[in-house]
Each structure stands twice: as structure tokens, then as C-alpha cells.
Nanobody, 116 residues
Framework: QVQPVESGGGLVQAGGSLRLSCVAS????????MDWFRQAPGKDRVFVAG????????NYADSVKGRFTISRDNAKNMVRLEMNSLKPEDTAVYYC?????????WGQGTQVTVSS
């Protein structure tokens, strides 16, 4: 089992940047696909970005393409989400998820607030 722990959220002005980190305690971290999701108040949790086990394959939600970058460091059991050109609509709780087959392990989330 793996337990992701997110960090790096906070308050930023529109146009600013934040970097989220997620550390997952697992001896086999490199065997997990890692994803970032977000949930805005009153809305469903939605996919933001994902990265394959090797880090070669990445994909993004259309709403963040060109602004967000996902990366991972398997030696450090870490995945990052670099967020640039932030908009007020990016305000949400951001969750890191480790995927293995049909199973996903979720972190507790970190709040990102973008002020206009």
C-alpha cells in the first residue's frame, strides 16, 4: 500500500505560480502511475494531470495544458505539479493519487487559492 502526502499549496495572485509536491511512502513507488486531481467548492473532483510509472508519458486536462507541468522523481518517491499563469478558476483542493490497476490511493489534499 502507498500513502501520498501533498504539500505546497497556498494563496497566490492571478498570474502567479505554485509548485505542489507529493511524496508517497512505498518501496515500489516507481510501479505506480501518479495523478493530480482537484476539487473546487461544490464541484466534483476532476483530473488535472497524470504521469506514467517511468515518467515518459504525461497527460493533462485541457484547462491546464500549457500552464501546468507534472514530473516525478522515482529516486525520491516524489511527484510534482508546477503551476504557472494561475487563474482564479484554478482554486481548489488538489489531490495526489497513486494508481495501480483499478486501485487508487489518495492523499489528504492541499488547498490552492488564486485571488483575482
Amino acid at each position: 500500500q502507498v500513502q501520498p502526502v501533498e504539500s505546497g499549496g497556498g494563496l497566490v495572485q492571478a498570474g502567479g505560480s505554485l509548485r505542489l509536491s507529493c511524496v508517497a511512502s512505498a518501496r515500489t513507488f516507481s510501479s505506480y502511475r501518479m495523478d493530480w486531481f482537484r476539487q473546487a467548492p461544490g464541484k466534483d473532483r476532476v483530473f488535472v494531470a497524470g504521469i506514467s510509472q517511468s515518467g515518459i508519458n504525461v497527460n493533462y486536462a485541457d484547462s491546464v495544458k500549457g500552464r501546468f507541468t507534472i514530473s516525478r522523481d522515482n529516486a525520491k518517491n516524489m511527484v510534482r505539479l508546477e503551476m504557472n499563469s494561475l487563474k482564479p478558476e484554478d482554486t481548489a483542493v488538489y489531490y495526489c493519487a497513486a494508481g495501480s490497476g483499478a486501485v487508487q490511493y489518495w492523499g489528504q489534499g492541499t488547498q490552492v487559492t488564486v485571488s483575482s
